[in-house]
C-alpha cells in the first residue's frame, strides 16, 4: 500500500487563484513527520516544511499556508494567490520513527501549472 | 554554501558499460541516501548509509552499487547498465536519519541505450 498518496496528478490554475494540494499519509508509528517538497522545471528538489506528528498547528509562510489533520491522516497545502513561479511539481514525504525510521516516502507528486 | 553536489549531471550511456554517479555533501551529514524519480511513481529509494561504512538497501536495489568510505561521499554505481534504468536520479543526505529534512543534489539524468 501506498504510504503518501497525492491523488491529484495534475492540476492547472489561473494566476492569483488560490490552489490546494492533497497529501494523504498511512502509518502505525505515533511519531513520524511529514514534509513538503517543490520541484521546478529546472530539476532540483526544494524543501518547504517539516511537520512532527505531536504538533498539529497549521503553518503559514507568505502565500504558502499547510493545514495538518491526524484525524483524516492528511497535510495538505495551500497556496494563495498563486503566480507563474509556483509551477512546479509537489511532493509530499513521511518519515516514521519507528522500524523504518530510515526510509523516506514520497508521494508521487502533483504537477501545479500556474498560468497567466 | 551548504550543498549536495552530484556529477554528472547528465549522462548517456550503452548497455553494459560500467558507470558512476559521485556524490558529495559539505554539511557533515551522517545519513546519505540515492533516490530515482520515474514519472507518475515519485522518488523511490535506491539505497542508503546511515554513516561510514554502513549501507543498505531501499526499495528498488537491483542493478546498483554504493559505498560510503567517507562521510562526504556516496557514490552509485551501475555495474552493467540497462535500459530500465534509464531515470532521473537524486542523492539526498539528512544530518540523522530521524526527524530531519533532506538536501538533495541537483540531480542526475540517465539516459541508457
Known amino acids: 500500500a501506498q504510504k503518501v498518496t497525492q491523488a491529484q496528478t495534475e492540476i492547472s490554475v489561473v494566476e492569483k487563484e488560490d490552489v490546494t494540494l492533497d497529501c494523504v499519509y498511512e502509518?502505525?508509528?505515533?511519531?513520524?513527520?511529514l514534509f513538503w517538497y517543490k520541484q521546478p522545471p529546472s530539476g532540483e528538489l526544494v524543501f518547504l516544511i517539516r511537520?512532527?506528528?505531536?504538533?498539529?498547528q497549521n503553518e503559514i509562510s507568505g502565500r504558502y499556508s499547510w493545514n495538518f489533520q491526524k484525524s483524516t491522516s492528511s497535510f495538505n497545502f495551500t497556496i494563495t494567490a498563486s503566480q507563474v513561479v509556483d509551477s512546479a511539481v509537489y511532493f509530499c514525504?513521511?518519515?516514521?520513527?519507528?522500524?523504518?525510521?530510515?526510509?523516506?516516502?514520497f508521494g508521487s507528486g502533483t504537477k501545479l501549472n500556474v498560468k497567466p | 554554501e551548504a550543498q549536495v553536489t552530484q556529477n554528472p549531471r547528465y549522462l548517456i550511456t550503452v548497455t553494459g558499460k560500467k558507470l558512476t554517479v559521485t556524490c558529495s555533501q559539505n554539511m557533515n551529514h551522517e545519513y546519505m541516501s540515492w533516490y530515482r524519480q520515474d514519472p507518475g511513481l515519485g522518488l523511490r529509494q535506491i539505497y542508503y548509509?546511515?554513516?561510514?561504512?554502513?549501507?543498505d538497501k531501499g526499495d528498488v536495489p537491483e542493478g546498483y552499487k554504493v559505498s560510503r568510505k567517507e562521510k562526504r561521499n556516496f557514490p552509485l554505481i551501475l555495474e552493467s547498465p540497462s535500459p530500465n534504468q534509464t531515470s532521473l536520479y537524486f542523492c539526498?543526505?539528512?544530518?540523522?536519519?530521524?526527524?530531519?529534512?533532506?538536501?538533495f543534489g541537483q540531480g542526475t539524468r540517465l539516459t541508457v541505450v
Open positions: 548509509s546511515m554513516n561510514v561504512e554502513v549501507t
Open positions: 539526498a543526505s539528512r544530518r540523522t536519519a530521524l526527524n530531519t529534512e533532506a538536501f
Open positions: 502509518t502505525r508509528d505515533t511519531t513520524y513527520y
Open positions: 511537520r512532527n506528528s505531536f504538533d498539529e
Open positions: 514525504a513521511l518519515s516514521e520513527a519507528g522500524d523504518n525510521f530510515n526510509k523516506f516516502y
